[in-house]
């Protein structure tokens, strides 16, 4: 980039404006995230521009979040039926922490949820993936 148009505040914006790609050797037959930015994420390759829960054996589009204060009990309940090991919650740009009531359920049942971004829970979710862990990433966009 040329120093003379080149404004410190711009920096800031394109650090937003940046989509990140993932890359992990192979998926497996498995629900690998190739990326994501603020707007969509990519299941092995493919674009999806909504809130989503992945699993390595299943993905499940239908769930119904438009943002971090429209969470329900509902949204959680639905992945008792997946038993999965963890559950990273990523909560959009912003680390935010859920309220306890609304994973009630999920808490009896042992499965513990693990509040992030959603940049960091694609990641964190592709590493357990790999480890050959049942760990769902619900993620917020």
């Given at each position: 980039?040329?120093?003379?148009?080149?404004?410190?505040?711009?920096?800031?914006?394109?650090?937003?404006?940046?989509?990140?790609?993932?890359?992990?050797?192979?998926?497996?037959?498995?629900q690998l995230i190739t990326g994501y930015s603020q707007d969509w994420i990519s299941i092995n390759n493919l674009v999806?521009?909504?809130?989503?829960?992945?699993?390595?054996?299943?993905?499940?589009?239908?769930?119904?979040?438009?943002?971090?204060?429209?969470?329900?009990?509902?949204?959680?309940?639905?992945?008792?039926?997946?038993q999965p090991e963890v559950i990273l919650l990523g909560t959009g740009s912003k680390h935010?922490?859920?309220?306890?009531?609304?994973?009630q359920h999920l808490t009896v049942a042992n499965i513990p949820v693990e509040c992030m971004t959603t940049d960091a829970a694609c990641r964190t979710y592709n590493i357990l993936m790999a480890?050959?862990?049942?760990?769902?990433?619900a993620l917020i966009l």
């Open positions: 980039m040329n120093q003379a148009t080149f404004r410190p505040s711009d920096s800031v914006y394109l650090i937003r404006e940046i989509e990140m790609k993932l890359h992990l050797t192979q998926a497996d037959g498995k999806y521009p909504q809130s989503l829960v992945v699993l390595p054996e299943e993905l499940i589009l239908d769930w119904a979040v438009s943002d971090f204060d429209s969470l329900s009990e509902g949204n959680f309940e639905c992945l008792l039926a997946y935010r922490f859920i309220r306890p009531h609304l994973i480890e050959g862990r049942k760990v769902a990433a």
